[in-house]
């Protein structure tokens, strides 16, 4: 059974970076699959991020967190990246990694946990 679990969160101040990991495990390859960033603040719906497909590297992003953001993946490790620059106050959330592809939350099937990033004024 596939599992994900993520790390790399904390407390930054506004304009500071951080990179989150999700590393999946279960299958002795990805190929053929795509896996994604969401990101759920209370009181919001959950907000797709970013995502990648394992093999091509494809790369979608959402317009908020374009130029900002870098999805990448690192298919030695079976782990996904999601690097963090300019981070405002508005990206303060729990972020998810997901197996799926696509920018709506049901196209993905096996979530992790989540990480919580908060960004500080």
């Known amino acids: 059974q596939v599992q994900l679990v993520e790390s790399g969160g904390g407390l930054v101040q506004a304009g500071g970076s951080l990179r989150l990991s999700c590393a999946a495990s279960?299958?002795?390859?990805?190929?053929?699959?795509?896996m994604g960033w969401f990101r759920r603040d209370p009181g919001k719906e959950r907000e797709f991020v970013a995502a990648?497909?394992?093999?091509?590297?494809?790369?979608t992003y959402s317009d908020s967190v374009k130029g900002r953001f870098t999805i990448s993946r690192d298919n030695t490790k079976s782990t996904m990246y999601l690097q963090m620059n300019s981070l405002k106050p508005e990206d303060t959330a729990v972020y998810y990694c997901?197996?799926?592809?696509?920018?709506?939350?049901?196209?993905?099937?096996?979530w992790g946990q989540g990480t919580q990033v908060t960004v500080s004024t």
């Open positions: 997901a197996l799926g592809w696509g920018n709506d939350y049901s196209e993905y099937n096996i």
């Open positions: 279960g299958r002795t390859t990805f190929s053929g699959s795509g």
């Open positions: 990648i497909m394992w093999s091509s590297g494809r790369t």
